[in-house]
């Protein structure tokens, strides 16, 4: 009886470990090389405008918004992507147009605006950054800061093609 | 004294508060409506229960009556300015689907705090006594520790160490006064 008990056990466990890896070795090689994209954050589009200019910068600047735009898929980098910012910061609400500004990725993929520094609003130090041009689906974050002195922030987008 | 201190401190420093440079009058009349609504929510337990001394019951039950009324109107004020300041944000809070964590908390509060006001209201006509006040009594439970933990969660114009003090308190006179409302109808016994 005992001996009957372990080997259907073993026999369980042993199919078990099967059944494991043959899920895994059927999904890793599709996750190997696919870089999923990036959610849209909750609140993300609260007070955004749509449009807003490329700019230099965003005021009189002091702080920081920077991140990176990649493709989903192969994660290749995405150069001369707009990226809207926008936040309540020393020198205005997230709601006025001042407090608005974009810029475009480098080659890279890379981008970095300088704004007014970021100030704690509605309960957190959070910044607003948006995709929205088109060629790849709309993405809206809501990055926060871990800590109101901070005096940057940075925000990585990873686009699926529309 | 004591509770004029209470009070006074926290909302004293939240006035000296580097966030009010930053903000438009009528975030900061939120802002402050919030404050003030925490205030309030330290006196009336200890109205409710009748702590407060120079008062008899009668007295201390008025006052109860007339603080709730302010008390509602300051939440009012608080989520309208709010609203003002920044619609879809408040909007998200009001459907729960905000992504900061302290919201849900707030208008769990806010919605309990507005029953236990209508239970007030609506009071002789609706409950027996004993079932009325255990209701009363659960809401106005609900209210404080959601104000509490929705306070605790926001960075704004609060001042940390006043506003946790302020919290403490009013979590111990809640729970003074609810431990008062076990036995009988104590609030009888008291201040007479």
């Given at each position: 009886?005992?001996?009957?008990?372990?080997?259907?056990?073993?026999?369980?466990?042993?199919?078990?470990?099967?059944?494991?890896?043959?899920?895994?070795?059927?999904?890793?090689?599709?996750?190997?090389?696919?870089?999923?994209?990036?959610?849209?954050?909750?609140?993300?589009?609260?007070?955004?405008?749509?449009?807003?200019?490329?700019?230099?910068?965003?005021?009189?600047?002091g702080f920081w918004m920077t991140g990176t735009v990649r493709r989903?898929?192969?994660?290749?980098?995405?150069?001369?992507?707009?990226?809207?910012?926008?936040?309540?910061?020393?020198?205005?609400?997230?709601?006025?147009?001042?407090?608005?500004?974009?810029?475009?990725?480098?080659?890279?993929?890379?981008?970095?605006?300088?704004?007014?520094?970021?100030?704690?609003?509605?309960?957190?130090?959070?910044?607003?950054?948006?995709?929205d041009s088109g060629d790849f689906e709309t993405v809206f974050l809501?990055?926060?800061?871990?800590?109101?002195?901070?005096?940057?922030?940075?925000?990585?987008?990873?686009?699926?093609?529309? | 004294?004591?509770?004029?201190?209470?009070?006074?401190?926290?909302?004293?420093?939240?006035?000296?508060?580097?966030?009010?440079?930053?903000?438009?009058?009528?975030?900061?009349?939120?802002?402050?409506?919030?404050?003030?609504?925490?205030?309030?929510?330290?006196?009336?337990?200890?109205?409710?229960?009748?702590?407060?001394?120079?008062?008899?019951?009668?007295?201390?039950?008025?006052?109860?009556?007339?603080?709730?009324?302010?008390?509602?109107?300051?939440?009012?004020?608080?989520?309208?300015?709010?609203?003002?300041?920044?619609?879809?944000?408040?909007?998200?809070?009001?459907?729960?689907?905000?992504?900061?964590?302290?919201?849900?908390?707030?208008?769990?509060?806010?919605?309990?705090?507005?029953?236990?006001?209508?239970?007030?209201?609506?009071?002789?006509?609706?409950?027996?006594?004993?079932?009325?006040?255990?209701?009363?009594?659960?809401?106005?439970?609900?209210?404080?520790?959601?104000?509490?933990?929705?306070?605790?969660?926001?960075?704004?114009?609060?001042?940390?160490?006043?506003?946790?003090?302020?919290c403490a308190l009013v979590l111990a006179a809640t729970a003074r006064?609810?431990?008062?409302?076990?036995?009988?109808?104590?609030?009888?016994?008291?201040?007479?």
């Amino acid at each position: 009886m005992t001996i009957h008990m372990v080997t259907r056990r073993s026999l369980l466990a042993a199919g078990g470990a099967l059944v494991a890896t043959g899920a895994t070795g059927l999904l890793h090689p599709a996750n190997a090389q696919t870089i999923a994209p990036t959610p849209s954050m909750r609140g993300g589009a609260n007070n955004y405008r749509p449009g807003a200019p490329i700019v230099e910068r965003i005021g009189g600047g002091g702080f920081w918004m920077t991140g990176t735009v990649r493709r989903a898929g192969d994660g290749a980098p995405l150069a001369g992507q707009r990226i809207q910012i926008w936040a309540h910061t020393t020198e205005g609400h997230e709601r006025d147009p001042h407090s608005h500004g974009a810029t475009l990725t480098d080659a890279n993929g890379v981008f970095r605006l300088e704004m007014p520094q970021i100030v704690p609003a509605f309960g957190q130090p959070h910044g607003h950054l948006a995709y929205d041009s088109g060629d790849f689906e709309t993405v809206f974050l809501r990055p926060v800061m871990r800590s109101s002195k901070d005096t940057s922030l940075e925000a990585h987008f990873v686009l699926q093609p529309a | 004294m004591g509770l004029a201190a209470a009070v006074a401190v926290p909302i004293g420093a939240a006035a000296l508060s580097p966030l009010l440079a930053w903000r438009s009058p009528i975030y900061i009349a939120a802002g402050f409506a919030g404050v003030i609504a925490m205030a309030f929510l330290l006196i009336q337990p200890l109205l409710a229960g009748g702590f407060l001394p120079g008062l008899n019951t009668l007295r201390s039950r008025r006052l109860h009556r007339l603080v709730g009324g302010a008390l509602v109107a300051t939440v009012v004020i608080h989520v309208a300015g709010l609203w003002i300041t920044s619609p879809p944000d408040v909007i998200d809070a009001l459907l729960f689907r905000s992504p900061t964590p302290f919201s849900v908390w707030g208008v769990t509060a806010m919605w309990a705090m507005f029953a236990a006001a209508l239970l007030a209201a609506f009071r002789r006509r609706l409950l027996r006594w004993k079932t009325w006040r255990f209701a009363h009594a659960a809401l106005a439970t609900v209210t404080v520790l959601g104000s509490v933990i929705h306070a605790m969660l926001i960075e704004g114009t609060m001042e940390w160490v006043t506003k946790a003090a302020l919290c403490a308190l009013v979590l111990a006179a809640t729970a003074r006064t609810l431990a008062d409302l076990r036995p009988r109808q104590v609030t009888h016994r008291r201040g007479t």
